[in-house]
């Protein structure tokens, strides 16, 4: 093989590598899942469930306080699981307290689509694809085979990425994932 033919084909082949354009990505299970350091916000939540199976409900106000049954305390940038503890004191017999972070009732869709948008969940559910479609759709430069889903909630980050040519041949259904307030969806360049 001569020189000049190799050199081209070998870059494609290290560029291809390096981006992972070779590898079967797709998938509706996260790429990868974490934690990251997480202080409660004004509007964030704990819901109490008692030993009876109740449920109460008291949302962080916007001065940063929470009313409790034992009086009002402030919990602005507070962990999480100083949070519970707070709320936990003024309810020792509680079966379980679960901390709730607030989100917008509304996906974001940014990168590579016509129009990058903020559009609400208001009017029932929606799919990545919907998402994708009020985004007026992919620009000619859309890298539809690695675009990611990012789903957080009170410090646990999940990243999807996803395959959305298969889905669009009608395979690989699985791919079109039912959304979550404060969803984010990146549709990278096609740089190849």
Same mark, same amino acid.
């Given at each position: 093989?001569?020189?000049?033919?190799?050199?081209?084909?070998?870059?494609?082949?290290?560029?291809?590598?390096?981006?992972?354009?070779?590898?079967?990505?797709?998938?509706?299970?996260?790429?990868?899942?974490?934690?990251?350091?997480?202080?409660?916000?004004?509007?964030?939540?704990?819901?109490?469930?008692?030993?009876?199976?109740?449920?109460?409900?008291?949302?962080?106000?916007?001065?940063?306080?929470?009313?409790?049954?034992?009086?009002?305390?402030?919990?602005?940038?507070?962990? &999480?699981? $100083?949070?519970? #503890?707070?709320?936990?004191?003024?309810? *020792?017999? +509680?079966? %379980?307290?679960? @901390? /709730?972070?607030? =989100?917008?009732?509304?996906?974001?869709?940014?990168?590579?689509?016509?129009?990058?948008?903020?559009?609400?969940?208001?009017?029932?559910?929606?799919? &990545?694809? $919907?998402?994708? #479609?009020?985004?007026?759709?992919?620009? *000619?430069? +859309?890298? %539809?085979?690695? @675009? /990611?889903?990012? =789903?957080?909630?009170?410090?646990?980050?999940?990243?999807?990425?996803?395959?959305?040519?298969?889905?669009?041949?009608?395979?690989?259904?699985?791919?079109?994932?039912?959304?979550?307030?404060?969803?984010?969806?990146?549709? *990278?360049?096609?740089?190849?």
């Amino acid at each position: 093989m001569s020189r000049p033919f190799f050199l081209p084909i070998l870059l494609i082949a290290c560029i291809t590598l390096v981006c992972g354009c070779a590898q079967d990505t797709g998938s509706s299970t996260p790429v990868s899942s974490g934690t990251v350091p997480y202080s409660v916000a004004v509007l964030d939540s704990a819901r109490v469930t008692s030993r009876d199976g109740g449920h109460k409900e008291f949302q962080v106000g916007q001065d940063g306080r929470i009313d409790l049954p034992t009086g009002s305390k402030s919990v602005l940038g507070l962990s &999480v699981g $100083d949070f519970r #503890a707070v709320v936990a004191r003024a309810f *020792p017999g +509680a079966r %379980k307290i679960e @901390v /709730r972070e607030f =989100r917008t009732n509304r996906v974001t869709v940014l990168g590579e689509v016509f129009h990058q948008i903020h559009t609400d969940l208001s009017d029932g559910p929606m799919r &990545v694809m $919907d998402a994708i #479609a009020a985004a007026n759709g992919f620009t *000619p430069l +859309a890298n %539809k085979r690695r @675009v /990611r889903l990012v =789903r957080q909630n009170a410090g646990t980050v999940e990243v999807y990425e996803l395959d959305l040519r298969d889905l669009m041949r009608g395979q690989r259904l699985d791919q079109n994932l039912l959304l979550e307030p404060g969803d984010v969806i990146t549709v *990278p360049r096609n740089f190849l």
